[in-house]
């Protein structure tokens, strides 16, 4: 079976609960769609789970976006269009001072997995994705030509531009996202909030929870659609 997950933020433990919920097994594969750390007590020991577990994927999220950009800036004496500030405001220092404390190579080793993981995934007509995907046009051949012409800010960080959009696209299959806990997708839209439920809507689908506010972590199964809820 195929599952997808999304925004841990350091909650190993929540992660664990919802590696038995869904009964993960070698056979299984698991998609974590961003924001594997920061603001949760165990960032690292997320992110290494993932690393070392040959049948998970991780795809970006802004808060890897913001370590990787945060370590360039610092080995590379360059200032990123990210702000160290803003990556500490949002939870990002202790998550810097413990990469700080590792040993060469294994801050080697994780700036190398953080570098090499894609922003997106297509499986058939499902594309994962964190932030979101914002079309420029009703009229697609593919995914991949909607998928090709997103920029990185928007598949990382979009919010309202894309919660608002119509979405009226021509493509069979679906977006599945995190990055905005649902009950914030509801309140943008003026929606009834019903906070760690996944959010349905056409072609969108977001699966953040918002565990680290109240809700709950979400995973959900791509070959029967079943959802998994950890409080
Ligand atoms: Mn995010």
Known sequence: MIYVTADIHGYYEA?????REI?????DFLYVIGDTIDKGPESFRVLEHIMNTENMELILGNHEEFLLEGLKSRVYGKRNFIDMELWFKHGGEETFEEYNRMSAEQQQRIFRFLSTRPLYQILGSTVLVHGGVIPKKKQYS???????EQDRQTLLWAKEEFLMHPFDINLEGRVIFGHTPTSEIQRVRGEKQTPGVVWRNGKRMGIDGGYLFGGRLIAICLDNDRIYYVK
């Open 142 to 148: 593919s995914w991949r030509e909607l998928m090709e």
């Open 23 to 27: 009964d993960f097994s070698q056979r």
């Open 15 to 19: 992660f664990l609960h919802l590696l």
